[in-house]
């Protein structure tokens, strides 16, 4: 079973965080944050995840470190759900209409962390989530998870379709890479034969 159970606690947050690669799109999300919850299923039922997130986080300072540390959580989740990385397709990509947004993601489970972060957010704020948030979650995730993302919009006026349209796109990239390719199921997917 590719799943893994993450719980972390620091000064600023505490941590449940359960993820099941191959599940059917349920959640039970409770971030402190109504709109990242909202983020994180669709993010779940886009990709076919199962996920499971509960934390308590110093959500009256701001949402920083709550978005972060969940981002730093879920990437976590996925390096240890995805264990040596054999037979993954390894690569994904979209890219996903959102009303008037465009959004290009594309993903590399390479054993390197990098986030190219191109997403032009039209406001600082949807609600009272700080939209420069969107880019410390990922940061998070791509460093722990250790896969190259690419995340960029190619059109879009209006921040919360721009969001929601990177999330539902990245969801079904990191689906598409995380999936197991039939006809190279006992393979890691590089010439190194490591990832």
């Known amino acids: 079973m590719r799943t893994s159970e993450i719980k972390r606690k620091t000064a600023e947050t505490d941590i449940y965080l359960c993820l099941d690669l191959d599940g059917t799109g349920k959640s039970e999300i409770d971030s402190g944050c109504g709109f990242l919850d909202h983020m994180l299923t669709l993010f779940a039922s886009h990709g076919r995840f199962d996920l499971t997130v509960k934390c308590t986080g110093d959500t009256f300072v701001d949402y920083h470190h709550t978005v972060e540390d969940i981002g730093i959580a879920l990437g976590t989740a996925f390096y240890e759900a995805l264990g040596d990385k054999r037979g993954i397709r390894r690569y994904g990509d979209r890219i996903l209409p959102m009303d008037e947004a465009l959004i290009m993601t594309a993903v590399d489970f390479s054993g390197r ?14 609600g009272d989530f700080d939209t420069e948030l969107v880019e410390e979650f990922w940061q998070g995730f791509v460093r722990k998870a250790e896969c190259a993302l690419h995340l960029r919009s190619l059109a879009g006026k209006n921040s919360h379709h721009v969001i929601e349209g990177a999330f539902k796109s990245a969801a079904r990239s990191l689906r598409e890479a ?5 006809s190279f199921k006992d393979e890691i997917p590089s010439t190194k034969g490591v990832l």
Not at 113 to 121: A, K, N, Q, V, Y
Not at 178 to 182: H, K, L, M, Y
Request: glycine share 6%.
């Open 113 to 126: 962390s990098f986030l190219g972060f191109d997403l032009e957010i039209p406001t600082e704020k949807v």
């Open 178 to 182: 995380v999936s197991i390719d039939e």
